[in-house]
């Protein structure tokens, strides 16, 4: 078997040394001429050091491709009527807006209060009038306390949204809930009337108009 090993490569290297004597362009050709050191697809050959898109073998890969004789201008095509204008769709109705998390939750609860769920109720009995596509609540919090509690919390309360949005019929698949946390201020977190502002949760409604 080393005997036969020792054979192979002493042809391999043979065939090399014929390919390099007869090479005419920088891509490596046999001494027939032929570029059979392709890859397995047929679409790249093996390049010697000296290789440029210039001197690369026709057909191969990078290689500049000769300007093809400029064809004549085609007659121009006759001039179809122009067919009617689409109808536009309906414009999308969108509208966003900010409750103060006092007013939905107690103190560092996630629970909705009755006056929370009575500006949801008036929420869904507008929703009514569109389309609906998607709702999007956002809970936000004031700087009190550590980010990790605070992003959680955020989450919680937008989840208590959509919860109860679910019970009025809403579909579950309509409403996308985000908690921001203590990342987007509206106010300073410096005074307590800040603070008020930035505990808050946001409801984004997107539909289109019913006809």
Known sequence: MNKLNKVAMLIASAALATAAGAQTVDNW???????V????????????????????????????VKAAAAAP???PAPVAAAPAPAPKPAPAAASKVSYSADAFFDFDK???????????DDLVSKVKDINLEV??????TDSTGPDAYNQKLS????????????????????VYTEGKGEAQPIASNATREGR?????????VVGTRAN
């Open 155 to 174: 989450v919680r309360r937008a989840e208590a949204v959509k919860a109860y949005l679910v019970t009025k019929g809403i579909e579950k698949n309509r």
């Open 73 to 75: 201008a085609p007659a």
């Open 29 to 35: 050709k046999n001494g027939s001429g032929d570029l």
């Open 110 to 120: 996630a629970v909705l209060k009755p006056e929370g769920k009575a500006k949801l």
């Open 135 to 140: 709702i999007i609540a956002v809970g936000h």
């Open 196 to 204: 008020a502002k930035n505990r808050r949760v946001e409801i984004e």
């Open 37 to 64: 050191w392709k890859n397995g697809t047929n679409e790249l050959c093996w390049r010697d050091a000296n290789w440029t898109p210039a001197t690369a073998a026709e057909g191969c890969d990078g290689a500049l």
